[in-house]
Every structure is written in structure tokens, then in C-alpha cells.
């Protein structure tokens, strides 16, 4: 009896990911009437309810959303869009055109097929399928699978463990203290909610920074755009590939925006400790570097207000005077172990990061770390494309800020190696 052998079919172009990265590239090939799909494992920008907390705001001001012929136009440009503000800010965006997505479909395999070309073996609730394109553009994220640690495994399975993108609500853990590792923006972030919700918190830093949220009178992050920081391409910006490997600083958008101060939290009632190294059972051990990485992290905010200092001065802006931050609280002692048990701890959240995950690629574009080897998105696999990755051509990527710009720049080499070019179109920038 013979196998069936599935469907293949052939379009110009694939994009994998029904993401605000993916669906930009999509809006500009649409408008420049070249065939393609969008396929998505889920449902389109499906992250932004399924791996957001419920008090979840943006980081970044309002006026920063831009996508492919849409801005934010709302009434508070400077505030802080919450998760279900930004839901249906995209459900806004997917009303203004009609890409032609596939849904609930996952790309399992993507192969090169000679020197051009790709096959996609797709999944969905029919069975299998395969696609041919001359292009493809990845827009799957950059960093997909949630990192936790080797010996969480070992540890007491009386305490419940979830990564960071499982956590929504306080009242989803069960009662008792909780230990949240990783003090990167998702991590103090969900620290600070379960404080403001009365929960006993241990949180364990790590060597992120963090950032003041308004300074001489306005956000920072709009002092830093005006300063062209999100414009600078990843080659030109200070401090090279090791700026661009850190933890992305600290801050808060919630009522309305404010600093993230960990020391104030630990003033609060808040237990801190150093980088948690290793565990079995009920016992974590941590490295003595908390006092370290408070001291840093407020360098860095020290250090960014200085930079915005020298940009007032040049530029003679007319601003409120200049301001530090002091410490207002600094560790007795260096804690390097915890009983679970003995602090009532019920739950821990894990927001130590993600990595990439690209094993369905088979395509020699990426470096030992498994990341693609990419310049502006275009790799040296003829076709082969990727977009919505940090630092894919400025520190705006990845964020609504730059996602225009590279979604654009995609699409334009896409039509190029298509013999179209010119797709040119005006962008929000």
C-alpha cells in the first residue's frame, strides 16, 4: 500500500510568524502586490494575551508604537499603553488591511532546496503539507524557549515552579512567600507586583541595570530617542557587541510610569539576594554579589543621567536642574543560602531569559550560540531572512519603535531578489 504523499504547493514568499514583526514585513508586501503568506503556530500577535502578566504595561512611551501606517494617536502619547490597551491597539492595526494569514499552522522543517529555494513542511489539525517559496523571512522572535535552570529539577517538588511568561496574577500562586530569580525588566517587574499585592517576596538579582523613569523633566527613553540612540546602527553604538549581550534595563510603565528601586523594596519588607548559583531539595545557594549588583545598576542610572546632562548642555536646553540617586538602602550582610521551607516559600518564578531555538532551520546561518548570523535581517543563505530580533540593526529592534523601519527594509530586499524593486513605501519615522 502506498504512502500518501502530501500537497505541495509554491508561493514567492513564506513568512513564518504571525507576530507585529512578521505582519509588517506582510503589510509592505501587500502593498507592493507581491504573493506571499503569513503562517503562525497560534493566532496573530497571540503573544501579547498569552505571555503578558495582568498588570503588565509597556515599558516604553506611547508615542514609541509605530507600525507600517499606523501610530499611536491616543490621548496620552507620554503615558503607558497596559497589555489590553496594546491588544487592542493591534486589533486596530489588523483592521487597516487583510494579510493572508495561515493560522494554527506550525512550520516544522524548513530546508534549502539547491542553491535557491526553501521547502516548509507545515503541521496543522489536517496533517502535514508542504510549501515551496523563493523567499522566506522568520519572524518566529528571537529567543523563544524560557530558560530555567538545570537543578530545578532537584529542588522540593512541594514548590511550584513557572517561568516568567506563565506568571498572570498573584492569586494564581498559592499561598506563602515567592522567590521570583532574574531582576531583568520581567523579573522586578513581577517582583514588584506581587509586593504591591502584599506578597512575602525573595527576589535574586542578577547584573541587570536600570534606568530612571523620568529625568529633568521628561522620560528618559524620550531624551534617548532624541539623542539618536534608538537610531544608531549595532556596528556604531558605544561599548560594541558587549553593550549589546547585556540585560535590557529596569523601569516601570505602571500608574503611569516610575522607577524600578529594588533597594526601596527591600526598605518594604522585600528579602534580596545575590545570583542564585545552585539547589537540591529545599536549599539554594547564592553568590555574595548582591551588594554588587545594586551598586551597579545604579551606576548605570547615574551614568545615563549624566549622558543626558552633556546633551542638555550642548544642545542649551532649557531643563530642571540635574539630580543622583543616593541609596536609600544598602545590605546589613551577603545571604548565600535559603531554606525554602524555613522562609514559607510556596512558589518560585523563574525570569532568567530565553534562548533561540532554530533545530527546524536546516540552513548554515547560524553562530555557535545557535543565533542567525544576519546583517540588517538579510543572512548570506540566499532567501533566507529574519526580523523582530534585539539588536537586528539598532537598539530599537525588536521594539514598536524600530519595527517599521525593519520590516521595511525586509520587504525591500525581498522585492529585489524578487526582480521588484522599488517597494519604497512611507513609513511612520
Known amino acids: 500500500m502506498n504512502t500518501p504523499v502530501p500537497p505541495v504547493t509554491h508561493i514567492p514568499v513564506a513568512i513564518i510568524g504571525g507576530g507585529q514583526a512578521g505582519l509588517s514585513v506582510s503589510w509592505y508586501l501587500g502593498h507592493a ?28 512611551p506611547n508615542w514609541h508604537c509605530r507600525l507600517p501606517g499606523y501610530a499611536y ?9 497596559t497589555r489590553d490597551e496594546v491588544v487592542d491597539w ?23 532546496t539547491g542553491d535557491t529555494g526553501f521547502e516548509l513542511t507545515l503541521q496543522n489539525a489536517g496533517g502535514h503539507e508542504t510549501l515551496t517559496c523563493d523567499q522566506v523571512v522568520v519572524a518566529t522572535g528571537g529567543y523563544p524557549l524560557p530558560v530555567v535552570p538545570d537543578f530545578a529539577a532537584s529542588l522540593d517538588p512541594a514548590v511550584a515552579q513557572i517561568h516568567s511568561e506563565e506568571y498572570f496574577t498573584p492569586d494564581q500562586l498559592a499561598a506563602g512567600a515567592v522567590l521570583v530569580v532574574g531582576s531583568g525588566q520581567s523579573g522586578a517587574q513581577i517582583a514588584e507586583d506581587l509586593h504591591l499585592a502584599g506578597r512575602q517576596v525573595h527576589l535574586a538579582l542578577g547584573n541587570a541595570p536600570r534606568v530612571a523613569r523620568t529625568y529633568r523633566g ?27 549581550e547585556k540585560t535590557n534595563h529596569y523601569v516601570t510603565g505602571r500608574d503611569g510610569g516610575r522607577d524600578v528601586d529594588l533597594r526601596q523594596f527591600a526598605a518594604e519588607g522585600m528579602t534580596l539576594y545575590g545570583k542564585l548559583t545552585d539547589g537540591k531539595d529545599a536549599i539554594l545557594r547564592f553568590a555574595p554579589t548582591l551588594a554588587e549588583s545594586l551598586d551597579h545598576a545604579d551606576s548605570v542610572y547615574n551614568s545615563i543621567c549624566s549622558d543626558i546632562d552633556r546633551y542638555i548642555e550642548a544642545n542649551g536646553i532649557d531643563a530642571p536642574a540635574p539630580s543622583r540617586y543616593e541609596p536609600v538602602w544598602t545590605p546589613a550582610h551577603e545571604p548565600t543560602d535559603l531554606d525554602l521551607g524555613d522562609a514559607g516559600i510556596t512558589s518560585i518564578v523563574w525570569a532568567i531569559g530565553y534562548r533561540p531555538d532554530y533545530r527546524w532551520i536546516e540552513a548554515s546561518a547560524f553562530d555557535g ?13 540566499s532567501g533566507l531572512n529574519f526580523v523582530g530580533l534585539p539588536w537586528m540593526h539598532t537598539w530599537g529592534s525588536g521594539r514598536f519603535l524600530g519595527i517599521d523601519r525593519d520590516a521595511r527594509h525586509i520587504a525591500e530586499s525581498v522585492g529585489a531578489a524578487l526582480g521588484r524593486p522599488g517597494i519604497r513605501l512611507a513609513a511612520n519615522q
Open 73 to 81: 494617536e491616543g490621548p496620552d502619547p507620554d503615558g503607558f499603553m
Open 33 to 60: 502586490d507581491i504573493e506571499h503568506v503569513v503562517i503562525e503556530s497560534q493566532t496573530a500577535v497571540h503573544a501579547w494575551t498569552s505571555k503578558r502578566w495582568d498588570n503588565f504595561t509597556l515599558v516604553t
Open 369 to 381: 550560540a545557535g543565533r542567525p548570523m544576519q546583517t540588517r535581517g538579510v543572512t548570506q543563505v
Open 90 to 112: 493591534l486589533g486596530g492595526w489588523l483592521r487597516t488591511f487583510a494579510p493572508p494569514l495561515r493560522e494554527h499552522t506550525t512550520v516544522t522543517r524548513l530546508r534549502q
Open 218 to 244: 521628561r522620560d528618559c527613553m524620550t531624551w534617548l530617542a532624541d539623542m539618536g540612540l534608538y537610531d544608531t546602527p549595532a556596528q556604531e553604538y558605544p561599548g560594541g557587541k558587549a553593550a549589546q
